[in-house]
């Protein structure tokens, strides 16, 4: 079946079986700063945008993105380390496995969420694990991100 997607601002054609996942097509062009880890949507590693909104990769069907857009972290790099530098100050970033999609998501909650109160920023964060780390760091860093640090 043959799919159309625009990832990182590029027009792209594919053809999939219909088991493939995002996740899949993303690796079968180099894409290397989505990670695979649980494989059921579950740990946020291969969180990706899907026209603007976190899907997790690995278990979100291609054939279902048809025609979206996807962003990766690849096509957001200037943002991207612009959040890393609160993260940093925070003692938020430990190992980095998770970072990529923990930044796609928060980037996406600047975008989609209206309320920046903790109890909004966590429910928009629950498909993020980190293992590292207690997420008191990472809320401080968002906070200041998005301009709402007290």
Known sequence: MKIFLKINKKDMEFDIKGSETVYDILKSINITSVRKSCDSGVCGLCTVLLNGKPI???SYLAAK???GHITT???????AEKFGRFMNEEG???CAYCTPGFVLTVMSMKDNL???DDESINKYLVGNLCRCSGYQGHLRAIKKYLGVAE
Do not use: H, L, M, T
């Not at 972290?73 to 943002?79: F, L, P």
């Open 56 to 58: 997790p990769s690995c």
């Open 65 to 67: 993105a048809d025609g």
């Open 73 to 79: 972290i690849e096509a957001v790099e200037e943002e």
């Open 92 to 94: 938020a970033v430990q």
């Open 114 to 116: 209206k309320n920046f």
